[in-house]
């Protein structure tokens, strides 16, 4: 279930597939994919598991499914490395790009792109740096970056423990204050950085079924 919110004067919706989605601009806003992660372990040798790639994209196609989609805004980390690069990784992401010609790619650069390099051309991906506004948002990697404009952004990869007696559950959340939102990191295999939120935060889980609120009387 989607969790719909108003920032900035305009409707957003926070989707349980730990992504946004503005819907006067058909727009579809994607934090931290991370493609070719794996990969670049497996090339230093650590034996983690293949098929993020193939996942991340499926999960793409659920949603351009879902939702009318006319452009994907990705907020940086679209590459994780250089060695990200592999043949099946580019041809993989190549493939999906076919199937989908129409869609308007923007990719706003982070501190893993700046290493990574840009994107294949074959992708045909506008590139820019952050901050890149639109309307009311700033669309950023980094959520600290200062501006007037409402700040959308990436980077942290949140996670929120939830605790029941001795048991506790982390699991991905929307950071939302006053002058930001920090978007759930949208990559398999990307892992998170458990947050607390501050005064005048507000803090939204994903289950992977829907988005809820957590009370403030919950967030210490």
């Known amino acids: 279930m989607n969790h719909l919110i108003e920032i900035a004067g305009e409707q957003l919706l926070m989707l349980p597939q730990k992504a946004l989605y503005w ?4 727009m579809l806003i994607i934090a931290d994919i ?3 992660k794996a990969a670049s372990f497996r090339a230093l040798g650590v034996p983690v598991p293949a098929g993020t790639t193939s996942a991340n994209l ?15 805004m990705f907020l940086g980390d679209f590459l994780h490395a250089r060695a990200a690069r592999a043949p099946a990784t580019l041809a993989a992401m190549q ?4 199937r989908h010609p129409d869609l308007l790619l923007t990719l706003v650069r982070g501190n893993h792109d700046a290493h990574a390099g840009d994107p294949p051309p074959q992708l045909a991906m506008a590139m ?19 501006v007037p404009s409402y700040v959308l952004a990436g980077h942290v990869h949140p996670v929120y423990r939830l605790r029941s007696g ?10 939302v204050g006053p002058e930001r939102m ?28 829907a988005v809820l609120e957590i009370p403030r009387s919950s967030l210490g």
């Open 166 to 175: 001795w048991d506790s559950l982390l699991l991905p959340c929307f950071l």
């Open 23 to 26: 819907p006067r601009e058909s």
């Open 58 to 72: 499926a999960a793409l196609d659920d949603l351009i499914a879902r939702l009318p989609v006319r452009q994907v």
């Open 128 to 146: 820019v740096d952050e901050p890149h506004v639109i309307g009311p948002f700033a669309f950023c990697h980094h959520p600290d970056v200062m």
């Open 182 to 209: 920090v978007l759930p990191s949208f990559g398999a295999f990307t892992g998170g950085h458990p947050v607390l939120a501050q005064p005048g935060e507000r803090v939204f889980v994903s289950s992977g079924e």
């Open 95 to 98: 493939a999906w790009r076919a």
């Open 34 to 36: 991370h493609f070719g």
